[in-house]
């Protein structure tokens, strides 16, 4: 049975939860609501910190808070549900220690979210929308403008070859997020300016597809036949690299 970790959104973690239904599979971790470059500055390089449970525990007791902007910041915790999102174990971090088989990833994060800072920036930020933060939100700063769809495909870059020397084995695919429907004309942009100018050596990059309005659920989440799509895009990929890699060798045999 393959072993699965997932990196990005609902994206990400739905299409390897279609994969498990389908083709047999367990997933041992998910990161969610961490941005590429937040989480690479935190976890990978350690340039920079997490904010500290001091600041956030008013965030966290505030009862004006809304539920969902608890379980993003927790999300971004390590000594929170990092990498385990829906209580998914050992979880990413953990999982990454010992081999897996798949890993799935997109840009979700990075078309849309920007980070919230706290102390003149001394933590790393963390995404978080103000508008969940009940009277807490006067303690945050916000970005004044989306991330840099350079600086992305940099972070990008970094990250995916810090998971390829985790994971020599593993196949790592990327996926687009579909976001062409998109009611604002800024992400509808970034979406496909990013899509159209980033390419991989490390991972395998799924093209951005135009998701049917009928497979819509929401602006960003999509009836499970979507998801089916890209576990199978994901299996028929993994099926030619393996029959790619047989029939080298079968060249290789016939030139000795």
Same mark, same amino acid.
């Given at each position: 049975?393959?072993k699965?970790?997932?990196f990005g959104?609902? &994206?990400? %973690?739905?299409?390897a939860?279609?994969?498990?239904?389908?083709? $047999?599979?367990?997933l041992l $971790?998910?990161v969610?609501h961490?941005?590429? =470059? %937040?989480?690479?500055?935190?976890?990978?390089e350690?340039s920079k910190?997490e904010v500290?449970?001091q600041?956030? %525990?008013?965030?966290?007791s505030? !009862?004006?808070?809304?539920?969902?902007?608890?379980i &993003?910041?927790?999300?971004? /915790?390590? +000594?929170g549900t990092?990498g385990?999102?829906?209580?998914v174990? !050992?979880?990413?971090?953990?999982?990454?220690?010992?081999p897996v088989? /798949?890993?799935?990833?997109d840009n979700f994060?990075?078309?849309i979210?920007r980070l919230?800072f706290?102390? +003149?920036?001394?933590y @790393?930020?963390m995404w978080i929308?103000?508008k +969940?933060?009940g #009277?807490?939100r006067?303690?945050?700063a916000?970005?004044p403008?989306l991330?840099?769809? #350079?600086?992305?495909?940099?972070y990008?870059?970094?990250?995916s070859?810090? /998971?390829r020397?985790k994971q020599?084995?593993?196949?790592?695919?990327f996926?687009?997020? !579909?976001y062409?429907h998109?009611?604002k004309t800024q992400?509808?942009e970034?979406?496909r @300016?990013?899509?159209e100018?980033?390419?991989?050596?490390? &991972?395998?990059v799924v !093209?951005?597809m135009?998701?049917p309005p009928?497979l819509l659920k929401?602006t960003?989440h999509f009836?499970?036949l979507q998801?089916?799509m890209y576990?199978g895009?994901?299996? +028929?990929?993994?099926?030619f690299?393996?029959?790619h890699a047989e =029939?080298? #060798?079968? =060249?290789?045999?016939?030139l000795?």
């Amino acid at each position: 049975m393959q072993k699965i970790i997932t990196f990005g959104s609902c &994206m990400s %973690r739905y299409t390897a939860n279609a994969y498990r239904r389908l083709f $047999g599979a367990e997933l041992l $971790g998910s990161v969610y609501h961490n941005r590429v =470059d %937040r989480f690479y500055n935190i976890y990978v390089e350690r340039s920079k910190k997490e904010v500290s449970p001091q600041v956030l %525990r008013p965030i966290l007791s505030d !009862p004006n808070a809304l539920p969902v902007a608890r379980i &993003m910041i927790e999300n971004q /915790l390590s +000594d929170g549900t990092l990498g385990k999102h829906a209580g998914v174990k !050992p979880g990413f971090l953990s999982a990454l220690e010992q081999p897996v088989d /798949l890993i799935i990833c997109d840009n979700f994060c990075e078309l849309i979210a920007r980070l919230q800072f706290v102390e +003149d920036q001394k933590y @790393a930020g963390m995404w978080i929308n103000q508008k +969940d933060l009940g #009277e807490a939100r006067s303690a945050f700063a916000l970005e004044p403008q989306l991330l840099d769809l #350079e600086t992305a495909r940099e972070y990008w870059f970094r990250f995916s070859t810090w /998971l390829r020397s985790k994971q020599p084995a593993a196949s790592i695919v990327f996926v687009n997020f !579909p976001y062409e429907h998109h009611p604002k004309t800024q992400i509808v942009e970034r979406c496909r @300016a990013f899509a159209e100018s980033f390419a991989s050596e490390t &991972m395998h990059v799924v !093209p951005l597809m135009k998701v049917p309005p009928v497979l819509l659920k929401t602006t960003s989440h999509f009836s499970h036949l979507q998801y089916a799509m890209y576990a199978g895009y994901i299996r +028929d990929l993994q099926g030619f690299r393996r029959k790619h890699a047989e =029939d080298n #060798e079968a =060249d290789d045999l016939l030139l000795r």
